[in-house]
């Protein structure tokens, strides 16, 4: 154990905060006004005013280092900038005390390393809206602020000795971890492989490997095998749906106790949840005044700390239990955990998006990070939601009904402001080639009006729903028009002459993504479908030496017969023609061999069609269908008709819930039937997408239609074989199955009838 290091916003985040939970100082600045601010600060300085001042020091084995965001030599004054919204006043006591206590260290260390006998200390609120500054002001001797530098790393250093002792006895376990079976399955052998070269080579990994030869664990084991050598401080472990992340908590699980002969592996492991499913009081708002959970919640954190390190696996429901016996919110307690666990386990969002909470952490704190993301095939359209929105018209008329008289004429600038945008745009829906300046900038006073409103009345909840709803949607807005470019639209689509819709609308988000991938030290980028490379290297803003690779599948072309429906088209305009062949080729498939079977359309409206058509044709056979908008109990329902004993077709909707992550091995399932290319729906929105697309990368059609769709014409497919003992066949039903650019997108293990004959036209 050489030290530990610790930056000092960290040390005062564990010693000097205190009090309430407090959410009620937000909005905070996005980072662009955070940077803005602190410049214009500086630029009001003094020609010898130094940004930017890096200071270090020591307390027995802790390494203390940070950066004052600036020194005045001519007037011996430090200052510490904190940019925010609203009233001053409404920042509340227990930040401004955490404030003190970072400023009061960098005293300290500005002390040592000048040799000072005292120094000059100023907290610099500067406020986004009215570019006006408030001043809190101190003189403090060398002596007093080194004595507040050893109470506070006083109090740190017994955690800091825990945590080296501990980060010890991991590393240790891991480096000698084995695998927790007997053997690797096929192909996870190969996969675990080239995660540990991109682990070691501080590559990003883009790996497609079949379903079933245990990806979770297959990606997870040489990642932290890895870490004692590459010296990774956090395995992040990603995944789309709760299935993806319950398989990862499992496999830790698995880990942990079967990777070693004797005991457990000392692996701090944390499941993160989203806000609104962790919540205990939805009702109430985040802080001490209303919520008994946020009241008191840094004074009775350190217990609850504490009780934390002792659970095997903070899941959801150890979180929970601990919070509420400790009176604390697991919410927050979660957040707090994910500076001290090992590897966490949550949503993409969490690393990829805007605001995403273990992206800044690791940013701030210096971490170096792996990074697993499962499924990955869905980062695309979920990273295009994480950077676009929109503003509904219906939205503001709604605030401007219950708003406030401050509110209300900053309302109707938005209003004027928004209509004179759509005069520019008469059609349904049309592109603007800029956002309008009047409108940000009416959009900003209304915000800031919102915001002051919001500090007076110092209570989350003295906001009406729907003023609240546009205030949120239109912060986002303001967000996303600061990185405004070539890889996002700015489109308005009007529902008649009173309502419209503005959005921005990200195709491309590589640029947003690109940072993280650079931050980490490795990410893996894993799936059944994530072919071709290029598509997702491109879209998602890939480094140039991204490896790839396609793990062998451990399954035959003897095991699923894939057939090519040639005489039957699914385009629109051809579907109502379909509907008897497609019923027919099921009843043929069917009567020849008696199973479970699942029915992919393109639609709810196609899916229902072709239901009908079967049971007035065929009605001998058994059949269920998806239906919208099903709850939890209802999918479980669904999916529970398919059992070893059982026989029939489910039908359901292509690329939604049981399209991809279900599991019915066996009996339960023996053959699909496709019966659309999967591509999206033409339209305007499309389109745009094409011709963008097009114009950055020259593959418009592909990575607008083709790709997209043949992947969850791949992953429904999937469904079908999952174990190396199953069988099956698998329909593919349109004649464009046939063709050769279709053809090379499917898996190379599949037949697809010696695919399809070698292509014979």
């Known amino acids: 154990m050489t030290g530990y290091t610790v930056a000092v916003r960290a040390l005062c985040e564990f010693t000097a905060k205190q009090g309430d939970l407090d959410l009620r100082f ?11 601010g602190h410049a214009v600060v500086a630029s009001r ?13 020591d307390y027995g084995l802790l390494h203390v280092r940070g950066r004052a965001d600036g020194y005045d030599p001519d007037q011996n004054l430090i200052e510490e900038v904190k940019t925010y919204r609203g009233q001053f006043t409404s920042i509340p006591d227990n930040h401004r005390h955490l404030h ?68 010890e006895a991991r590393n240790d376990a891991l480096t000698g971890m084995r695998f927790p079976h007997a053997d690797f399955r096929p192909g996870q052998r190969q996969l675990a492989e080239a995660v540990f070269r991109a682990n070691a080579a501080k590559r990003c990994l883009l790996a497609q490997a079949p379903t079933g030869i245990g990806k979770t664990l297959g990606t997870m084991f040489p990642a932290l095998k890895a870490a004692p050598k590459e010296n990774i401080d956090k395995l992040v472990f990603l995944a789309a749906k709760t299935p993806g992340r319950k398989l990862a908590l499992d496999a830790a699980a698995t880990l942990k106790t079967g990777g070693t002969e004797s005991g457990t592996i000392a692996l701090r492991v944390l499941e993160l949840t989203a806000r609104d499913k962790a919540c205990e009081h939805p009702d109430k708002a985040c802080h001490g005044d209303a919520c008994p959970l946020a009241r008191g919640f840094y004074d009775r954190l350190p217990a609850a700390r504490a009780a934390c390190l002792g659970a095997p696996l903070l899941d959801r429901e150890t979180l929970r239990s601990i ?14 955990m994910a500076r001290w666990s090992d590897m966490i386990v949550g949503d993409y969002n969490y690393w990829f998006d805007g605001g995403a909470m273990l992206y800044a952490l690791a940013l701030e704190r210096g971490w170096k990070v792996s990074v697993l993301a499962d499924e990955a095939h869905n980062l695309v359209s979920r990273a295009r939601g994480m950077y676009s929105t929109s503003l509904e018209r219906g939205s503001l008329r709604a605030a401007r009904a219950v708003a406030p008289p401050a509110v209300q004429k900053p309302l109707e600038k938005v209003g004027r402001a928004w209509t004179e945008a759509g005069k520019s745009a008469p059609l349904p829906y049309q592109v603007l080639d800029a956002i309008p300046q009047k409108l940000l900038d009416s959009l900003q006073n209304a915000t800031s009006a919102i915001t002051e409103h919001l500090a007076e009345s110092m209570a989350e909840g003295a ?31 009007r529902t ?41 290297a491109d879209l998602l803003g890939m480094p140039e030496d991204t490896a790839w690779i396609d793990v062998d599948s451990p399954f035959v072309a003897s095991q699923l017969k894939v057939e090519v429906a040639r005489g039957i088209s699914t385009r629109y305009q051809h579907r109502k023609s379909s509907l008897v062949p497609i019923a027919d080729l099921m009843a043929r498939q069917y009567a020849d061999k008696p199973g479970n079977y ?32 099903m709850s939890e109990m209802e999918r479980t329902a669904f999916l529970e008709r398919f059992t070893s004993e059982s026989t029939g077709i489910g039908f359901a909707v292509l690329g939604g819930a049981f399209g991809e992550g279900i599991d019915l091995p066996g009996a339960r399932l023996i053959g699909a ?10 339209n305007p929105v499309n389109e745009q997408l094409r011709e963008r697309l097009q114009a950055l990368f020259g593959a418009g059609y592909d990575y607008a239609y083709l790709y997209p769709g043949l992947q969850k014409v791949v992953q429904a497919a999937g469904r079908v074989i999952r174990t190396e003992q199953d069988e099956g066949t698998v329909w593919l039903i349109d004649d464009r199955f046939a063709r050769p650019e279709v053809l090379e997108l499917l898996p190379a293990w599949w037949d697809v009838e010696a695919r399809a004959n070698a292509s014979a036209p």
């Open 598 to 629: 699942l029915a992919f359309f393109s639609s709810f409206d196609y899916l229902e069609q072709a239901a009908d058509t079967l049971a007035q044709r065929h009605p001998e056979i058994p059949a269920w269908r998806q239906s919208r908008r």
């Open 45 to 57: 300085r003094g020609e010898h005013y130094r940004a930017e001042v890096t200071l270090e020091g």
């Open 26 to 36: 937000t909005p905070s600045p996005t980072a662009l006004e955070g940077i803005a």
């Open 323 to 336: 919070g509420l016996e400790h009176d604390v919110c697991p919410y927050y307690l979660g957040s707090e």
């Open 100 to 167: 003190w206590a970072q400023l009061r260290i960098y005293g300290h260390l500005m002390c040592e390393q000048l040799d000072m006998a005292e120094v000059n200390l100023a907290l610099v609120y500067f406020d986004i809206g009215s570019q006006q500054e408030t001043l809190l002001r101190e003189t403090r001797t060398r002596a007093e602020l080194k004595a507040i530098f050893e109470d506070h790393c006083g109090r740190f250093i017994a955690w800091a000795e825990q945590e080296m002792r501990h980060r």
């Open 673 to 682: 039937f496709v019966a659309t290319l999967g591509l999206p729906q033409v």
């Open 496 to 536: 008649d002459e009173r309502d419209t819709t503005l959005a921005i609308r990200n195709l491309v988000p590589a640029p947003f993504l690109k940072p993280r991938f650079e931050l980490a030290h490795s990410t893996t980028l894993f799936s059944a479908t994530l072919s071709p490379w290029h598509y997702f």
């Open 463 to 493: 906001l009406d729903p729907a003023l609240q709803a546009f205030y949120f949607d239109a912060l986002q807005f303001q967000r996303l028009a600061e990185s405004f470019g070539e890889h996002s639209l700015f489109d308005l689509t």
